[in-house]
């Protein structure tokens, strides 16, 4: 498959606050994948997005974007990206049709020429073509940022955080539109903090602290997981978190919703009798104890123990 | 080029779809003409003298009147002694003491020679200097009317008759002093604050970085945020133009095409200006700070109040480094004086060399930041 992106040690130091943005990434990035970048906040995925988008330079390492380099080629990468930052950044004094209609012809191209590619998001927001920008809901301001990234026909699209607030129906309805964007041929680069977003992407890049701790599809990821995950649940399951860990060092408790998570590492010789007698010893009454398939979530805080 | 064009446009849709900073830019020359010229006048009328007259004579009187009938002094109490008098100025009742020694008349005519004792209270420095001034010139008025009487047997001696002729402001007319720099600060307000604040706008939205990543390429934006408000600011200095002549009927003497030619070129000093403090400035907030503290210091040390001349040597010096002090002595020249191309070549200059290094730190800034 042919690659979109690549890459090549890439690190990114702040020089006003010395803080270590990125430290050391290499990937590449194949052609018409949705590929995300999971990560809590803080990780390094704005700063990576903007390296990727030429709004900054690497400290280190080189970027190539279809065979060009983000240092010297910015001008032709810039006319085939599109970008949607975190927070909304277009003109809220502007209508929603004088927005679109000046990104289209900052790109020397029209709404009317390009209008397939954003037809099926343009359609919801044409009855307020009128409006400022600044009176759009939330929902109506995203998707106009989206076809104001779209107008000049982009080879790839960068999404930082872009369902980051957004309501859980307006999230699915927005996974359906990249599904399209990428049966259109875009590659689309979505960066996200919420973990069961990435099982919708193609490829997942794992991010935490300034590097990238795994790259691969969802399923492998959850495949090559070497631990078995149990879910517990119980009367006093702060005190349950304390005593797993306690107990050996290749036990991973951690806090799962309502209930606690633990990962054993499948090399360990230990049943599940010997767990649960080991819990009803301390005087803790279990309601639930049963094995589970592991979610990338429990993938992503295994590395963040074990790194 | 067709790219700047659509920028350009959507800029000023920005600006004028802005109605209340559209408004504030042409209604604030308005009040600002109307108020500051009449009530930063500094023409003193009204000083208080409390009069010490030991000597109560014909001549005494006759100053006195004299004095009165000025107009600029007013006689607020009639003192028996100094310490009297000095009370009244201890309790802001008076701004000045004249006293009249005893036996006044009667030495001044046997001896030729006399004296009267002022005392100003100095605390407002302005009001003393000049009401100090009228009052020995009146004096000295009175001095040559009674010289006749004093010395009848003397021949009339010719001596040099002194008088003054002041030009281009006939009047003294304060206002006219005011109006030109009035001028210079709305061109500097409009020029400087508001490119500033706009290109900050941008970053502050983040609507800077939606641009960035585009084809536009950086001059290209620079000059969308330049011109808008360039037109903008030779606008401003018409309406000021205009009310200048309607409200104090001042037409500017010299040729208009000198003036806009040079507020033109003042012009790119304040709208370099303006993209310094941006590129220095996160903030809408802090550019509004930046620049007020730049324009306090230009407006105090440009000589929009007081001459730079009457400055301490060290401030004149500072003052050479202002370009809204060469502004306004331009506006002045060219407007009350008639001046041409030629008599202001040295401000011309300055204010060349201002814009060019001015606008060399800002682009070398804004390559740096954005």
């Known amino acids: 498959m042919k690659e979109a992106i690549k890459v090549e040690n890439v690190s990114m130091k702040y020089e006003k606050s010395k803080v270590i943005a990125l430290d050391n990434i290499s990937f590449k990035i194949n052609e018409n994948d949705i590929f995300g970048l999971i990560g809590p906040d803080g990780a390094g995925k704005t700063t990576l997005f903007r390296i990727l988008t030429t709004l900054i330079l690497p400290t280190q390492g080189s970027v190539e974007i279809y065979g060009f380099k983000t240092t010297k080629d910015y001008k032709q990468i810039r006319q085939f990206i599109g970008y949607v930052p975190e927070r909304f950044s277009l003109y809220q004094d502007l209508t929603v049709y004088e927005n679109l209609n000046f990104f289209a012809s900052v790109y020397k191209t029209t709404i009317k020429e390009n209008y397939a590619v954003i037809k099926d998001i343009f359609i919801h927001l044409e009855p307020f073509k009128n409006r400022k920008a600044g009176k759009l809901s939330g929902g109506m301001k995203q998707k106009l940022a989206l076809c104001c990234a779209l107008i000049n026909k982009p080879k790839i699209l960068f999404l930082d955080e872009p369902t980051t607030g957004v309501d859980p129906v307006s999230r699915i309805e927005f996974w359906e539109t990249i599904k399209k964007l990428k049966e259109n041929g875009i590659t689309i680069i979505v960066s996200t903090p919420y973990m069961d977003e990435a099982k919708l992407c193609d490829r997942i890049a794992l991010m935490f602290n300034s590097k990238i701790l795994n790259i691969s599809t969802p399923d492998d990821i959850i495949s090559n997981f070497e631990s078995n995950i149990f879910k517990i649940k119980s009367d006093n399951n702060s005190y349950l978190k304390k005593i797993l860990n306690d107990f050996d060092k290749l036990f991973t408790a951690y806090y799962f919703g309502d209930s606690v998570h633990l990962a054993i590492s499948k090399e360990l010789a230990i049943n599940e009798e010997q767990i649960i007698s080991m819990i009803n010893e301390k005087n803790i009454k279990i309601f639930e104890f049963s094995l589970i398939a592991p979610t990338i979530e429990d993938c992503f805080i295994k590395y963040l123990t074990n790194g | ?370």
């Not at chain 2, 209270?121 to 003393?128: E, H, P, V, Y």
């Not at chain 2, 600060?185 to 020029?191: A, E, K, S």
Request: with cysteine; aromatic share 12%; proline share 4%.
């Open chain 2, 1 to 370: 080029m067709n790219i700047l064009f659509y920028i350009l446009q959507k800029e000023f849709k920005q600006v004028f779809r802005n109605k209340p900073m559209i408004a504030i830019i042409f209604v604030v020359p308005i009040i600002q003409f109307l108020i500051l010229p009449l009530a930063a006048d500094f023409e003193i009328k009204n000083i208080n003298i409390a009069l010490i007259d030991n000597d109560k004579s014909t001549t005494s009187r006759l100053l006195i009147n004299k004095i009165t009938a000025s107009g600029y002094f007013r006689i607020s109490s009639i003192e028996n002694s100094f310490k009297q008098a000095l009370k009244k100025i201890e309790l802001d009742k008076a701004d000045l003491i004249l006293e009249f020694p005893a036996n006044f008349e009667k030495s001044l005519y046997r001896e030729s020679n006399q004296k009267v004792l002022i005392s100003i209270n100095s605390i407002n420095g302005i009001k003393a200097n000049l009401g100090g001034f009228y009052l020995i010139n009146i004096i000295n008025e009175f001095n040559n009317e009674i010289q006749l009487d004093l010395k009848p047997t003397s021949q009339n001696f010719g001596g040099i008759d002194i008088r003054t002729l002041d030009w281009f402001n006939p009047n003294l007319n304060y206002k006219i002093f005011l109006i030109p720099g009035l001028l210079a600060i709305l061109v500097t307000m409009v020029g400087g604050f508001l490119t500033a604040l706009n290109i900050v706008r941008e970053k502050e939205l983040g609507t800077i970085e939606q641009i960035n990543v585009t084809p536009i390429k950086k001059w290209q934006f620079i000059l969308s945020k330049l011109i808008p408000f360039w037109i903008l600011a030779n606008l401003v200095f018409t309406n000021g133009l205009i009310l200048g002549y309607l409200i104090y009927d001042i037409v500017p003497k010299g040729n208009l095409l000198i003036l806009y030619c040079f507020i033109d070129i003042y012009l790119l000093a304040v709208l370099g200006l303006g993209l310094l403090i941006s590129t220095i400035s996160e903030t809408q907030q802090q550019a509004m700070f930046v620049m007020f503290f730049f324009m306090i210091i230009f407006i105090l040390l440009g000589g929009l109040f007081t001459p730079i001349d009457s400055m301490p040597t060290w401030a004149q010096y500072f003052a050479h480094l202002n370009p809204v002090k060469y502004v306004i002595e331009a506006i002045r020249l060219v407007m009350l004086k008639g001046s041409g191309f030629e008599d202001i070549i040295p401000q011309t200059t300055a204010v060349f060399l201002f814009a060019i290094i001015i606008n060399f730190l800002a682009i070398i800034n804004y390559r740096k930041t954005i």
